[in-house]
Structure formats: C-alpha cells, structure tokens
C-alpha cells in the first residue's frame, strides 16, 4: 500500500481523458475518510453505554462492523488507486496513443462485494437469480470461486473450462469440489478456443474471463465469449489493474475500441471486471 501510495502521489490529480477515474488526491479524500465511520460512531458509543448483561456483545459486534467497514474502506481506495495508477502508467504505450480519444473506455467503480473475486461476483449473480442463470467460467482452476457461487445459490447452472495442462491434481480437486452440485455444474477439460466453439450465442447470463492472462489470449477470450452472453448479460474477468497482469487492461481497451464507440468497463474489489451488455 505504501508503494502504491507513493507512485499515485506523483500523478496529476486530473483524469487523462473522460475515464470516468478519480485521480489519486481524490480517491484518498473519498475513502480515507468515510462519512459513513462517523455516522456508526453513534452505534458504537451506544453500545458501549449499554448496561446488563447484552452489553459486550453489543460493544463487540459493533466495533467488529466498524472495523469491516474500514477495511472495506481500505481495499476500495487500493482498488481505485490501482485503477489510476495503472491507467496512467498505459498513456505511454503505443497501443494508447494510436488509438483515438473516442473510443477509449470509461471506467466505473463498485465498492460494494467486499472484498473477494466471488463476493463480486455473488453481488453480481444475485438480482438476477430469482430463476435459474447460468455462468460460464473461462479458467475454473481449483474450484474454489464455482463452489463459493453454486453453494450459495440453489438456482445458478455452472459451466467451467479449464484445459488443466500438466496438472491432474488440481483437476482432481476441483472435480471433487463440483460433485456435489453435479445436477447443475459441469466442467468441461479443454481450452477457451475449444469450448467456445460448442456453446450457441447468447446461452449465458455472466462469462467470467479468468484463463490465460497474456494480452493475445484475453484479446482472444473477449472475441470468442461476448457473442455468448444474453443481452443484457454481462461480460466479466479477474486481474484488471492487477500489477502482475497488465496485458488484461492493453486487451480491453484494444478490444473496446474496435467496436468504434467507449464503452464504461465497471470495476470492483479484487480486480474484478465487468461490461453490461
Ligand atoms: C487464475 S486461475 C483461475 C482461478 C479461478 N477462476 C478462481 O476464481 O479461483 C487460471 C486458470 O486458467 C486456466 N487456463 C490457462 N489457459 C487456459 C485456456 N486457454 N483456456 C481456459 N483456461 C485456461 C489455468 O489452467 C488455470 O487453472
């Protein structure tokens, strides 16, 4: 955090073209200090004015909800910090500067779903699960977002595809974790390419992209699964503004800006991604 903070500390605070981003002054003024904290100090000295015998559980859950909410605070201004930062750190790239003003995307923030990859997603999944919907993962390795989704909603039909080259234990595992929901998930061994190939278009409600995450192959996965995704699906994937991953971010917004009109690419916690389509 404090090398993150550092680099955004030397960034101007003004956006570089209508991202829709806070610059980093501004994402710290947001979350460093949230209007919220002081609005739940009431409920905390309450509860610990309390008497009888309720009175430390009281105190307990209260400071315990104050403490979540600061850190939910903390990982929303690293998230958008990244965001900045990383966007700012691409202006310099080729990719960026041959690309016309118009077509680069907007960017979105969502502070809600703290704070894993499948908090997010279950933010997501949830309104639209009062009937069945199904999700389609590129990339499931050991099952732990699929078994986190499908455990809890009873209504979500899940599909992963996972070539799992060179590595049968992990296959096994999330074999394991997937049977018992075996009505409603499969896991398909195969490549992205591969899989695509046999679904019909518009056969999913979210396709979530976490597979290979060189730049070419996110490129590839954005043109092989948006065709998959009902209108008014979304079009989803992990490691956006992640460090460690910076070809995921250069595919978007190559991949966006072939459609030839921006787009708002939303974001949350844990490097989570969407587009409404
Ligand atoms: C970061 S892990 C996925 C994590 C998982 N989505 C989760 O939330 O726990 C990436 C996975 O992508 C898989 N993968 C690599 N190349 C792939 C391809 N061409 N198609 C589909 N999956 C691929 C890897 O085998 C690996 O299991």
């Not at 997010?120 to 989704?149: C, F, K, M, W």
């Not at 996972?162 to 490549?191: H, K, M």
């Not at 991949?255 to 949350?268: N, V």
């Amino acid at each position: 955090m404090a090398k993150l903070l550092q680099s955004a500390a030397a960034l101007p605070d003004k956006a570089p073209w209508p991202s829709g981003l806070r610059g980093p002054a501004a994402a710290i003024a947001r979350w460093a200090f949230d209007q919220r904290h002081l609005d739940f100090s009431k409920s905390v000295q309450d509860a610990l004015e309390m008497d009888g015998f309720e009175a430390p559980v009281a105190a307990t859950s209260a400071l315990h909800d104050l403490a979540l909410r600061v850190a939910a605070a903390g990982c929303a201004l690293q998230a958008e910090l990244l965001a900045s930062t990383t966007v700012y750190n691409m202006l310099g790239t080729s990719l960026v500067q041959r690309l016309p003003q118009h077509v680069l995307p907007r960017f979105e923030f969502h502070g809600d779903g703290c704070c894993r990859r499948y908090h997010v997603l279950a933010d997501l999944l949830g309104p639209r699960l009062h009937q069945p919907a199904r999700l389609l993962e590129v990339g499931v390795n050991n099952a732990i977002t699929s078994e986190y989704l499908l455990n809890r909603f009873a209504n979500l039909q899940f599909d992963g595809v996972d070539p799992y080259f060179g590595v049968e234990d992990i296959y096994a595992e999330a074999s394991a974790r997937l049977q018992p929901f075996s009505d409603r998930a499969r896991l398909w061994r195969r490549t992205s390419a591969a899989a695509a190939a046999e679904f019909p278009p518009a056969t999913f409600d979210v396709v979530f992209i976490d597979g290979d995450h060189s730049h070419d192959a996110v490129v590839e996965d954005l043109r092989l699964w948006r065709g998959h995704v009902r209108p008014g699906g979304l079009l989803a994937g992990h490691d956006l503004f992640n460090l460690a991953f910076e070809g995921v971010l250069e595919a978007l917004v190559e991949s966006l800006a072939t459609r030839g009109a921006p787009e708002t690419i939303h974001f949350g916690f844990d490097f989570v991604w969407w587009l409404q389509l």
